[in-house]
Every structure is written in structure tokens, then in C-alpha cells.
């Protein structure tokens, strides 16, 4: 694949459920290896958004070009190339971490030597070696999650896309998860990441705060307080709201 501009364009993105707006004329676009930061309260439109992203779902309207596919037309070109960690386990309880690594590495399409030799580097990033030999259903929370991580980029996808998943993990865990993301960065991964974290906005380069299915602003968190006329990520999303 050919170098791009910008990972996502997004132009006027909705979705409707019947008469239910659950994504609004949302527009924004993201560049090579950054983080974006999709911000907002639970019920924003942050999954509903990152589904039709992922081509799980069909927008009612507007469009959106992935890794420079068009998102109508092209969506199953788009798959083997990114990487998704939902908000639901994803995981198979009743397999080791290894194992997992192991399957979902072949549902990406990696075989033989490559398969095991990327599943070796994901234990090793992430700081598995002694849990991954352990069942799912028999690991903490926090691990758990760092597996379904491991199972989003065993293929090295260029697109990285995370919903909500410090969700539920204590803040030593969550400071460990945005470690991780910024290593992954670094080697030219970009990175979609919804949260309804505040503090978390902190680790993004761009920011885009929802709610009710509206994006009520985008741009680096400096630029969102500025014209916020605030000092924090917090009282900008307070301000936002309170002027809806």
C-alpha cells in the first residue's frame, strides 16, 4: 500500500437506527501514526462510529475513506489492515493467552514460522511471558485485556482502532495500556482510541469530543482549550455541553 496523507477522512458521517440519530453529520481525519482520541460520555455515538469505521456497520449517510478505501464501496479491503479491540471480551475463555494469540493470528492470515515468531513478540511487548500460558477465564481483568490487545495487532496492522479499552482496569493497568499504544505508534502504527476517560486525553496528539451522537469539536488538546477558553480537557467538555 501506497503512503497516505491521511489514514481517515471522515465527511458527514451518519447513522440512524429508525428515527434514532445515533451519529450526526460527524467530519473529521486523521494522519499517519497519530492518536486520535474519540472522547465522550457512554451513549456519544463513540462505538456506533468506530463500527461503521471497521465496516461493521452500514452508514446511513455521509462518507469515510480507511487507509485510503473507500469505506461503501471497498470495505472488505479494509479489514486486513487494521486492527480492532471492541468494548465486548472477544476472547475465547476456555484458551490459553497463547493459544488465543495463536488462532488470531491465523484468522489474519499469518502461517508457519511468521505465525509463531509474531506470537513470541506480542508476549513479549506486552510483558506476557508468565500469564499467557494460563486460561483466559482464570486471568485478571487488566491481562485479559492486554491479550485481546495482543490479538489486534499480532498481523501489525496500520490501523490500530480501540473501543473503550482501559474500560474497568485499574489507572496502573490504564498507564501501562497508553504506554503500549505510544510504543506502538512509534513504529508507525495510527491509532483511533474511544474513552470516556477525561485524563486520558492527555495522552492523545488529536482530540474529538462527542455527545449525542454530534462532534462538538476536533484539533490537539491545546487547540480545544484555546477555544474553550479554558485550562482543562475537563472544563472544555463542560463548556461544550453546557453551549449545545
Known sequence: MKPLDKVIVVQELTKKFGEFVAVDGVSFSVKPGEILGLLGPNGAGKTTLVKMLCGILE???????????????????????????SQQFSLYPDLTGEENLYFYGGIYGLEGEKRFQRLNEVVKLLELENWAVYTVENL????????ALGCAIIHQPRLLILDEPTSGVDPKV????????HQLT???????????????????????????GRLLIWGTPEEVKEATGTE???????KL???K
Open 140 to 147: 485478571p481483568r487488566g491481562i485479559r485485556q492486554k491479550i
Open 186 to 212: 512509534m513504529s508507525g502504527t495510527t491509532v483511533l482510541v474511544t474513552t470516556h476517560y477525561m485524563d486520558e486525553a492527555a495522552y492523545c496528539d488529536r482530540l474529538a469530543f462527542m455527545f449525542e
Open 59 to 85: 452508514p446511513s449517510a455521509g462518507k469515510a475513506w480507511v487507509l485510503g478505501y473507500d469505506l461503501a464501496r471497498e470495505g472488505d479491503k479494509i479489514r486486513p489492515h487494521i486492527g480492532y479491540m
Open 241 to 243: 455541553v453546557r453551549r
Open 174 to 181: 490504564r498507564r501501562h495500556f497508553w504506554r503500549l499504544i
Open 232 to 238: 482543562s480537557l475537563e472544563q472544555a467538555f463542560v
